[in-house]
């Protein structure tokens, strides 16, 4: 099962924070997170490590299609830009015998959702293709506007309602979402609708990858200049590049994130590595944070980003014990735009 397919984090700070340093240590879900990191020309080498092999496989689908497609090609393969069933198989063909034989038996049993784009199959992708006709139908034309920076016209009553529903988790489970993220214990589900309500008070909406991705389903009514970095074509031109000329060393890991830092299997150049985490505390409780500080067993430079979702924050208590780990703690949620994430940046003293 793809969880997550589609841009779904907003990166700013972990490619602020990866600056600088030639290894990253990264948790796949969409991949996304990871393509953007790709941006810094400093790395060199990638360890992508994801419980579930079909992160891994999309991963190296995507990578594939960056690497031998221009970018335009790879927007419409995807299912970033348009691109019909047809067309899509008849890259997919092209593609295929470049890809190494497991993952192309798994795309070949696959080729269903290669016609909808690789992007659009995840289950949260779906979730919100179930949630999207209603909230639209509820809140009417007038609530698009405000991606036109109409912010007068739309229904303050039936926003209120929409917020109250989808502030709790039953609607969440009621729509089909079983991810645990969403569904599970101690999740507050009102986070989401403050986010909107955030970007709906500061009139930003328009500049929100995830209310595009929520109300429109894509990106691409989106102006180019507040794309996500792994969707913007200017940047994924100059990834492309690094990729082609081998730039960065990517492995791929299918294990528990905590099981690899403990089974020390990577070799860090220079002892100089960033963690991209992800909404890693989604999955697991927050002391998971202080058993991979102290899995992390390097003598230089290294940083991680935390990130929690709808659960499981980090607290005062866990930010005493990363401390006296001998690393500071930021809380560097504002640079994220979409407002529903906590971020954390971990960093050796
Ligand atoms: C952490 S999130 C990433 C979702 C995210 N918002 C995205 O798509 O970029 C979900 C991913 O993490 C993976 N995952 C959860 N716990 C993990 C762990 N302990 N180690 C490695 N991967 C993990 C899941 O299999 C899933 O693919």
């Not at 953007?36 to 490590?49: E, I, M, P, Y």
């Not at 198989?89 to 795309?107: H, I, P, V």
């Not at 991680?304 to 809380?331: E, M, Q, W």
Request: net charge positive; charged share 25%; hydrophobic share 40%.
């Amino acid at each position: 099962m793809i969880w997550y397919s589609h841009v779904n984090e907003d990166s700013s700070p972990e490619i602020a924070f990866s600056k600088g340093y030639y290894s990253v240590i990264s948790v796949i879900g969409s991949g996304e997170r990871l393509i953007a990191l790709l941006s810094n020309t400093h790395l060199k080498q990638v360890f992508a490590v994801d419980t579930n092999s079909d992160a891994i496989e999309l991963l190296k689908l995507k990578l594939l299609a960056l690497t031998e497609l221009d970018v335009e090609g790879y927007l419409r393969f995807t299912g970033a830009s348009e691109m019909s069933a047809n067309e899509r198989m008849m890259y997919f063909m092209k593609l295929q015998n470049k890809l190494e034989a497991s993952t192309r038996n798994y795309w070949n049993k696959n080729h269903r959702i290669i016609k909808k784009g690789i992007l659009n199959i995840g289950q949260y992708e779906k979730f919100l293709s179930k949630a999207r006709p209603l909230l639209n139908v509820f809140l009417g034309v007038s609530f698009l506007k405000m991606f036109n920076q109409d912010y007068n016209s739309y229904s303050k009553f039936r926003w209120k309602i929409v917020k109250n529903i989808f502030s709790k988790k039953t609607s969440y489970l009621l729509l089909g979402n079983k991810d645990p993220a969403f569904i599970g214990k101690g999740v507050d589900a009102s986070i989401i609708t403050k986010g909107f309500q955030e970007l709906i008070d500061k009139k930003e909406i328009h500049k929100s990858f995830m209310a595009y991705l929520v109300f429109f389903g894509s990106l691409k009514k989106m102006d180019v200049e507040f794309l996500p970095t792994s969707q913007n074509p200017e940047t994924l031109k100059k990834i492309q590049d690094r990729l082609r000329k081998k730039k960065i060393e990517i492995q791929f890991i299918n294990n528990d994130v905590l099981n690899f830092l403990e089974s020390n299997a990577f070799k860090s150049y220079n002892s100089n590595v960033f963690l991209s985490m992800s909404d890693i505390l989604s999955f697991h409780k927050t002391d998971y944070v202080i058993k991979c500080i102290k899995a992390l067993k390097v003598s230089d430079k290294c940083a991680f980003v935390f990130r929690s979702y709808l659960r499981n924050h980090i607290d005062t208590n866990i930010i005493k014990k990363i401390k006296a780990l001998g690393y500071k703690v930021k809380d560097v949620s504002n640079m994220e735009s979409t407002k529903m994430y906590k971020v954390h940046l971990v960093e050796k003293l």
